[in-house]
């Protein structure tokens, strides 16, 4: 039986260090990073940045919001599109939100 709870422990443990999705960087009691996720050139001068609406995750369980690139163009009004990002907050592994971000040109 002892030698069960410290199995049960050691994974409760690793679960809640590694999380259930992979970043290139994760706090265990915050974390505040915007990653790449893909980047293209763009001929034109004028480049501008959007945002999308947010998504929120509460205890890994319950998730909402629409943080698409198509969200970040509607609020931005970009037409081609030239780079995304994904910037993401987390506290205590228990509150996650998070935003896509673009740049492109109209």
Do not use: H, W
């Amino acid at each position: 039986m002892n030698k069960l709870v410290k199995i049960a422990a050691f994974a409760a443990v690793a679960l809640t260090i590694t999380g259930c999705a992979v970043r290139p960087t994760a706090g265990i009691i915050y974390s505040g990073t915007q990653v790449p996720v893909t980047a293209t050139s763009s001929s034109k001068a004028t480049v501008i940045k959007g945002t999308s609406d947010e998504c929120t995750s509460i205890l890994g369980l319950i998730a909402t919001g629409n943080c698409g690139v198509e969200s970040a163009k509607a609020n931005s009004g970009i037409t081609t599109v030239t780079s995304v990002d994904y910037k993401v907050t987390t506290i205590l592994g228990l509150i996650s939100t998070g935003t896509t971000v673009i740049t492109g040109t109209k």
